[in-house]
């Protein structure tokens, strides 16, 4: 199915209730970089959070590929920023920091496989495991972009260690695909209605100072999140695709 088909599927989607989506248990966020986890899901987590659903977010890579060539901020103090965004944007949405966990794998090189994908893994599983888990939610694994693609491949490998566990894949870089690029069968899955939690999920984005604005002014090459994208993630619903395992 082509890209543009796929996603107007997937845009009509039935609107469920969360505890339609996710019977029972709470649910585990695979965030490939910090601000996924608000662009994708916050509508999710702020949900989950008014109604007592525990919810773990996992950021699997440090974050750092953003402004490579900021001499203001350097890999340590660049990872250490959007780590203290990521804590901010959860807090908008209820999210304590304790329920967060940082892997630090390497921007634009987050592995799929090998040591430290295994860890990683692991890592998700464990969190799965501490909320009991009945769903885990990841980047859709045709977004064009390395690291969603890896995450999308980790969240699956978790899945296949915790056993009866869901995944949904949630669209971010996907939405710019190609009309024309094949995807595979038609979306199933729902759509999660967000309108109250929108100035939540506004926040959120918004806490990510160093993705929206110029904060970091000092890397020509350096990375934003274009208005025609942030409009995007501020509808009233939110979009999750079921993965077959």
């Known amino acids: 199915m082509r890209a543009d088909a796929f ?5 009509a989607l039935p609107v469920r209730d969360l505890r339609a989506i996710v019977p029972a248990g709470g649910i585990v966020v695979v965030a490939p970089h910090p ?8 509508g999710l987590i702020a949900e ?35 780590e203290a965004e990521t804590l901010a944007a959860a807090d908008a949405l209820g999210l304590p920091a304790g329920s967060v966990t940082f892997l ?23 969190a799965a495991r501490a909320c009991g888990a009945g769903a885990l939610f990841v980047t859709w694994a045709h977004d064009p972009h390395c690291d969603h693609a890896a995450s ?3 969240a699956r490998q978790a899945q296949a260690l915790l056993g009866d566990v869901s995944l949904y894949a ?42 929206t604005t110029d904060l970091i002014a000092d890397d020509p ?22 993965v077959v395992p």
């Open 7 to 11: 996603l107007a599927a997937a845009e």
């Open 35 to 42: 601000d996924d986890e608000s662009l994708g899901c916050g």
């Open 48 to 82: 989950a959070c008014a109604r007592a659903v525990p919810v773990r977010l996992v950021v699997v890579s440090d974050g750092v590929g953003s402004h490579p060539n900021s001499a203001s901020h350097p890999p340590g103090r660049l990872r250490a920023l959007r």
């Open 104 to 126: 630090r794998l390497p921007d634009r090189f987050v592995p799929a496989s090998g040591p430290g994908a295994e860890a990683a893994v692991a890592c998700i599983a464990e």
């Open 152 to 154: 999308a491949a980790l």
């Open 170 to 211: 949630y669209p971010v870089w996907g939405w710019t695909l190609p009309p024309e690029t094949e995807v595979g069968a038609a979306p199933r899955g729902a759509r999660l209605g967000v309108a109250r939690h929108l100035p939540a999920k506004a926040a959120a984005i918004a806490a990510h100072r160093s993705q």
């Open 221 to 242: 090459a350096g990375f934003r999140l274009e208005p025609a994208m942030l409009a995007r993630f501020a509808r009233a619903h939110e979009i999750f695709l079921e």
